[in-house]
């Protein structure tokens, strides 16, 4: 899915609900490594969800959610967390964050407004089941900060008189979101019905898994 440049709109952008498939974006946004000594793998989860809160805007935060695996997980008291503004969700013990995304698409109640970011096929095509749109992590990833660093590269201007929740560089997240949504809904037709779902890296999660034998999840 390649990354379109904003265009200006003559109609309000939709507000998004962003579901994220955590491991994957950690894997994307190079976060991730081939092995974790004690309390690394909580510290990359930080890692992300600092990245998270620093790219999107309070308006988006309060209407994202980032799913984690929670294998070891004994206990749900702990499950859904708050970092920053930033909705943090453990999936249950027994399950893995791909099966949480998909309750999460089923039980919403606008699921046209969601957009899952994950490159797992099997993601995508649960998107295109409930009407939601869906895109890899890495053209998530690549556009969000694209749009950041944009904003930030732009020449100062006289300050004007603007309601104190509206910032520009917010404004184009929220464009970026809206373009992702109009290129999935486009390119939803020409989706091959007959293709295999690609899964997150199995071994990567195994590796996972091994060390969260010996780490309790906060």
Same mark, same amino acid.
């Given at each position: 899915?390649?990354?379109?440049?904003?265009?200006?709109? &003559?109609?309000? +952008?939709?507000?998004? %609900?962003?579901?994220?498939?955590?491991?994957?974006?950690?894997?994307?946004?190079?976060? !991730?490594?081939?092995?974790?000594?004690?309390?690394?793998?909580?510290?990359?989860? $930080?890692?992300?969800?600092?990245?998270?809160?620093?790219?999107?805007?309070? $308006?988006?935060?309060?209407? #994202?959610? +980032?799913?984690?695996?929670?294998?070891?997980?004994?206990?749900?008291?702990?499950?859904?967390?708050?970092?920053?503004?930033?909705?943090?969700?453990?999936?249950?013990?027994?399950?893995?964050?791909?099966?949480?995304?998909?309750?999460?698409?089923?039980?919403?109640?606008?699921?046209?407004?969601?957009?899952? +970011?994950?490159?797992? /096929?099997?993601? /995508?095509?649960?998107?295109?089941?409930?009407?939601?749109?869906?895109?890899?992590?890495?053209?998530?990833?690549?556009?969000?900060?694209?749009?950041?660093? &944009?904003? #930030?590269?732009?020449?100062?201007?006289?300050?004007?008189?603007?309601?104190?929740?509206?910032?520009?560089? /917010? =404004? !184009? +997240?929220? =464009?970026?979101?809206?373009?992702?949504?109009?290129?999935?809904?486009? $390119?939803?037709?020409? !989706?091959?019905?007959?293709?295999?779902?690609?899964?997150? &890296?199995? =071994? %990567?999660?195994?590796?996972?898994?091994?060390?969260?034998?010996?780490?309790?999840?906060?």
């Amino acid at each position: 899915m390649s990354i379109r440049r904003l265009n200006q709109r &003559t109609k309000p +952008v939709a507000a998004h %609900y962003l579901i994220i498939d955590g491991y994957n974006l950690m894997h994307a946004a190079g976060i !991730a490594r081939r092995s974790y000594g004690p309390g690394d793998l909580q510290r990359c989860r $930080n890692q992300l969800n600092r990245l998270l809160t620093d790219l999107l805007g309070r $308006n988006a935060l309060s209407r #994202t959610s +980032v799913v984690y695996d929670a294998f070891d997980s004994t206990s749900d008291a702990n499950r859904s967390q708050d970092h920053a503004g930033l909705h943090v969700l453990f999936a249950p013990k027994g399950t893995d964050a791909d099966t949480e995304i998909e309750r999460l698409l089923n039980q919403h109640s606008s699921p046209k407004q969601v957009l899952v +970011v994950s490159s797992d /096929h099997r993601l /995508h095509k649960a998107a295109r089941r409930r009407k939601a749109s869906c895109v890899d992590s890495e053209d998530f990833l690549a556009g969000i900060q694209s749009t950041a660093d &944009t904003d #930030t590269q732009q020449p100062k201007r006289q300050p004007q008189r603007r309601p104190p929740q509206e910032n520009t560089s /917010h =404004e !184009a +997240v929220e =464009e970026q979101l809206q373009s992702w949504a109009d290129e999935f809904e486009s $390119n939803e037709d020409q !989706a091959d019905p007959t293709s295999e779902d690609r899964t997150f &890296t199995d =071994e %990567y999660l195994k590796d996972i898994q091994r060390e969260l034998d010996d780490e309790k999840l906060p």
